[in-house]
């Protein structure tokens, strides 16, 4: 029988959560699917707990709506999917620890290599684990300087492979810089970096069957990038290949504003159909009235212009509310805006609800999401906050539980 103290934990909760729907989650993976084409295979990206959104319970809905490959960043990521029954391919995006070598084999992951010693590594644990053929991808850095390995070394990292007998290149893969930058120039010059390790892992008698470059943005702006054909004109290359892309944001509704000299470039086919699947709400903790000239919050840097009525909310920085919010940001009180006056504080957060008739203890406040048409976005908060939809939504923080809607 469960303790006074256990049962408490499970029941009093901070009026403060983050409300998920996974049946926006999966349609929004259709989405993505129909603009790629069916021949056009989908990794759906969870890593960073599916960008903050819970990727035990992300996966179940992303693998029930068909996805047949995820991406996580690294072995401890995949180790929970596994435990919980997820048995679509896993992709390592960033490799691994030494010493991880024979979990992953033992778990069935797909690991991304670059390096010998990795190559050595995983051969070796194949091989006492007694299996035949183990898939990895081969990264390939074309420009970013991030991982991968450089054309003037792939040679060698080739040859390493075809002496591993456990081993099968089963990906090539690689990872651009800009590809929201429309006139990026370092873009196609990736790509042909990119055309020129295909046709050294071919003539080293190499047919991945999966070639994958593209991002969320590049799924949206670069069709080129997610096409199995070679932009270098060798029709050989892709006879046996299948194309995959990567899309991270798009699965939570998000896309980064595709930029042209400098400028925002929307409209025509830089959109795709994808919507938030996060809602984060709190509960009016307080309600105080101010006369005009009273300082709020750390620092008093708000200072009321006229009387004013304030609602306290029980969020703040350590549920991941940008302090750069503060006196700047906005929340939905009973279908109104009401903006944050003052400092964000640790726990607490003030928004002025002068005028909004109604309000009460206990009120529902949307933070992030929308309603009845008003709408308070992660893309908003991002460019309050100088930061990115990424950000915005990884930095909710474990403190606010997430409930699952579908």
């Not at 959104?53 to 401890?76: M, Q």
């Not at 300087?145 to 089963?170: C, I, P, W």
């Not at 006879?239 to 939570?252: D, E, F």
């Amino acid at each position: 029988m469960a303790t006074t103290a256990e049962t408490l934990s499970r029941v009093a909760t901070r009026p403060t959560w983050a409300e998920v729907s996974l049946a926006t989650l999966r349609q929004n993976f259709r989405t993505v699917q129909k603009h790629v084409g069916a021949n056009v295979t989908v990794c759906a990206v969870v890593k960073a707990d599916a960008y903050g959104h819970g990727a035990v319970e992300c996966s179940h809905a992303l693998e029930a709506e068909g996805a047949r490959w995820l991406g996580v960043t690294s072995l401890d990521e995949a180790i929970p999917l596994r435990e919980a029954g997820i048995a679509a391919n896993i992709l390592l995006m960033t490799g691994f620890w030494r010493g991880e070598e024979s979990e992953i084999v033992r778990l069935r992951l797909t690991p991304t290599v670059w390096e010998p010693w990795q190559i050595e590594s995983l051969e070796t644990a194949a091989a006492a684990l007694s299996v035949a053929r183990h898939p990895v991808h081969l990264k390939i850095d074309t420009g970013m300087g991030r991982l991968g390995v450089a054309l003037d070394q792939l040679s060698a990292l080739l040859n390493a492979l075809r002496g591993a007998k456990h081993l099968e290149l089963e990906g090539l893969s690689t990872h651009l810089a800009s590809s929201e930058i429309l006139d990026a120039p370092s873009v196609a010059e990736q790509q042909r970096n990119f055309d020129e390790a295909r046709r050294m892992v071919r003539q080293s008698g190499f047919e991945p069957a999966l070639v994958h470059m593209a991002n969320t943005s590049a799924v949206i702006s670069r069709r080129e990038t997610w096409v199995a054909e070679n932009r270098a004109g060798d029709k050989k290359i892709g006879a046996k290949t299948n194309s995959m892309v990567r899309p991270g944001i798009a699965l939570y509704g998000y896309y980064l504003p595709f930029l042209r000299a400098g400028r925002e470039v929307s409209g025509g086919t830089l959109r795709l159909p994808v919507k938030p699947i996060l809602t984060w709400k709190t509960r009016i903790l307080s309600l105080r009235d101010f006369a005009a000239n009273h300082a709020l919050g750390y620092g008093g840097t708000y200072v009321t212009k006229a009387p004013a009525h304030v609602a306290v909310l029980p969020v703040g920085y350590a549920d991941g509310y940008n302090r750069q919010l503060s006196n700047r940001g906005r929340v939905i009180v009973r279908e109104h805006y009401a903006p944050i006056v003052g400092s964000i504080s640790m726990d607490l957060t003030l928004v002025d609800v002068t005028g909004i008739p109604g309000v009460s203890v206990g009120d529902e406040v949307i933070l992030l999401g929308n309603c009845d048409g008003m709408s308070v976005d992660a893309m908003e908060h991002a460019r309050l906050a100088s930061s990115s939809p990424y950000e915005i939504l990884c930095n909710i923080s474990k403190r606010v539980p997430r409930r699952y809607v579908s």
